[in-house]
């Protein structure tokens, strides 16, 4: 369908993105997009186009445009695909402040009874469209905030010296512990879903140095809490040569450099979302760096029940991160609640050499890393002590046979961090299609 606009519509119009028609302003443009939203008002229609990189409204004038365009403006319905032309004039109150005269548009496909209509959803409703939900401001939102910090991440790296060497999906062996494996059969060999990229990022660094890697991990947890998804991005830095000290410095400059990024590159997403710019513009380096044993101090004066020596809980990360304006760290966890490739601290075996970055305002864990046993005797008691098969590491136990170093790394939660920066509440939100207990569709 097409409907025709004034002798001046014939004019070239070139194709623009929503989010640089305000440097067309005075110029004719054409949007491709979907109709988000119509609003009339007896002359008027005031029709919203996105097209991926935002909103712009169209205002169509009875009298000032012919009847038959009029008219299908005020027939559109939702979601229905179309292409729109007209002047673009700067609209300080507009959404990118600009706006379009309308003056011709071509409908490519008319969308009936879609489902998402601007009324209150449940979540699993939402869920089970999320191929729809995608469409809305929210939404899209968070995924482009998610993509500037993945890009601001590489691009962090990458100045750093940082290589990026993708590590298997299908892997032998466990990494983060035996009980959250997705097992798969590998043509007649037991294979499991990749817990994190860790061990292979190590020999990566071995022989370039400093690497990183950056991909979907997998735990079969059968949570259901807001903090959980079975299929989940992680980002795993590995520096050969390096200390617990190294490894905290880079977390916490890494950190910082991604949510300056985001402040300044996707301000108008954060404002979708009614973020506190304020909570994200006190993240400045130092954090606080606290030891384990001080922080189950803190928890007990703040008579928050726990047993010292056991792992933190949402609860307890929650309390001690909400004690700060920006992200902390603790470090020197008991080793016995430890993976066994973290390396004990000499100053106290009882302890190991890592640390947890908990984010602000009752996040939790966002980074958890350490510095990497380096001796071959000592790592190969760590297999046994953890019921390890010790045939699926021997290519990890060469690591300390060949020119074994000091060496750290971490690994950074996508969605966690991503759900902090947007102050969003569920983790559901900030991956394009959520893998959670119960739920593989869409």
């Known amino acids: 369908m097409s409907a025709a606009g004034p002798p001046e519509a014939g004019r070239e119009a070139p194709r623009v993105a929503v989010a640089r028609l305000r440097s067309r302003a005075g110029a004719r443009a054409e949007v491709r997009g979907w109709v988000y939203h119509l609003r009339s008002s007896g002359k008027i ?14 205002v169509a004038v009875r009298g000032e445009v012919p009847e038959p365009l009029f008219e299908a403006v005020g027939a ?16 300080p109150r507009a959404p990118g402040g600009a706006e379009i005269s309308l003056e011709e548009m071509e409908v490519i496909h008319r969308a009936e009874g879609y489902p998402i209509t601007p009324k209150e959803h449940g979540p ?3 869920l089970e469209h999320r191929h729809l939900w995608l469409r809305s401001r929210r939404q899209a939102a968070i995924l482009r905030v998610r993509d500037a910090v993945i890009g601001a991440l590489r691009d962090f790296l ?6 990026c060497v993708d590590s298997p999906i299908f892997t032998p062996a466990a ?3 035996t009980t959250t494996l997705f097992a798969a059969d590998y043509f007649g060999e037991k294979a499991f879903l990749t817990q994190s990229g860790q061990l292979y990022a190590e020999a990566a660094a071995m022989a370039l140095g400093r690497v990183y890697c950056f991909g979907p991990t997998f735990r079969a947890e059968k949570s259901k809490t807001r903090r959980h998804l079975t299929e989940f991005w992680m980002l795993e830095p590995e520096m050969a040569f390096a200390t617990l000290e190294d490894v905290m410095d880079l977390a916490e400059e890494m950190l910082v450099d991604a949510v300056s990024t985001v402040l300044e590159t996707r301000k108008e997403e954060l404002k979708v979302l009614e973020r506190d710019l304020g909570k994200l513009e006190s993240v400045k380096r130092p954090f ?23 792992d933190f809980g949402a609860p307890e990360e929650a309390a001690l991160s909400q004690r700060h304006d920006r992200p902390v760290m603790v470090h020197r966890y008991p080793h016995a609640v430890k993976a066994f490739y973290m390396k004990r601290d000499p100053a106290d075996p009882g302890k190991a050499l890592c640390v947890d970055v908990l984010a602000p305002e009752g996040y939790g864990e966002i980074v958890g ?14 297999l046994a002590e953890h019921k390890l098969p010790r045939e699926s590491f021997e290519w990890y136990l060469d690591l300390r046979r060949y020119g074994s170093v000091p060496h750290g790394g971490f690994g ?30 869409p």
Not at 158 to 163: A, N, S
Not at 288 to 310: D, H, M, T, V
Not at 369 to 382: F, K, M, N
Not at 421 to 426: A, D, L, R, S, Y
């Open 288 to 310: 606080p760096r606290i030891s384990y044993a001080e922080a189950a101090r803190l928890l007990k004066e703040s008579g928050i029940p726990f047993e010292e020596g056991g």
């Open 45 to 58: 229609h005031f029709l919203q186009v996105r097209d991926g990189t935002g909103i712009v409204q169209a």
């Open 369 to 382: 890393g350490s510095q990497r046993e380096d001796d071959y005797e000592t790592l190969v008691a760590r």
């Open 124 to 126: 699993a409703f939402l």
């Open 175 to 177: 990494c983060e512990g």
């Open 158 to 163: 990458r100045k750093k010296d940082f290589v």
């Open 412 to 441: 950074m939660g996508l969605e966690r961090t991503v759900a902090w920066i947007c102050g969003v509440e569920h983790l559901r939100e900030c991956v394009p299609f959520p893998r959670m207990l119960y739920r593989i569709y």
């Open 76 to 91: 559109l319905t939702q979601e229905s695909s179309l292409l729109v032309r007209g002047r673009v004039r700067e609209e």
